[in-house]
């Protein structure tokens, strides 16, 4: 099974920047997909983005142009370049990994909060 580790969530004022990455480890597995969702405090897990094993991606709309997701493929990790933060991107962030065996499974992160104050 796939293990994801998260980091480089925090506090930030509006219109800042962070960084998060989740590092996916085991054996075994080949990634399909890599990517982030987010849930706000009683809202749905919506998703963020998402970046394919060829490169790929896709990104909400409430996100583009602000957020890019990039991947090391050697590392297995995954990134979130976050600008231009806004009070509504507050939300705990969860990675998720798509990845085969000897079938498709998915992994989710332990979640890493995200606050923007305005």
């Known amino acids: 099974q796939v293990q994801l580790v998260e980091s480089g969530g925090g506090l930030v004022q509006a219109g800042g920047s962070l960084r998060l990455s989740c590092a996916a480890s085991?054996?075994?597995?080949?990634?399909?997909?890599m990517g982030w969702y987010r849930q706000a405090p009683g809202k749905q897990r919506e998703l963020v983005a998402t970046?394919?094993?060829?490169?790929?991606?896709n990104y909400a709309d409430s996100v583009k142009g602000r957020f890019t997701i990039s991947r090391d493929n050697a590392n297995n990790t995954v990134y979130l370049q976050m600008n231009s933060l806004q009070p509504e991107d507050t939300a705990v962030y969860y990675c998720?990994?798509?990845?085969?065996?000897?079938?498709?499974?998915?992994?989710w992160g332990q979640g890493t909060q995200v606050t923007v104050s305005s």
């Open positions: 970046i394919a094993s060829g490169g790929s991606t």
């Open positions: 998720n990994v798509q990845y085969v065996t000897y079938m498709l499974f998915t992994s």
């Open positions: 085991g054996s075994g597995f080949s990634i399909i997909r």
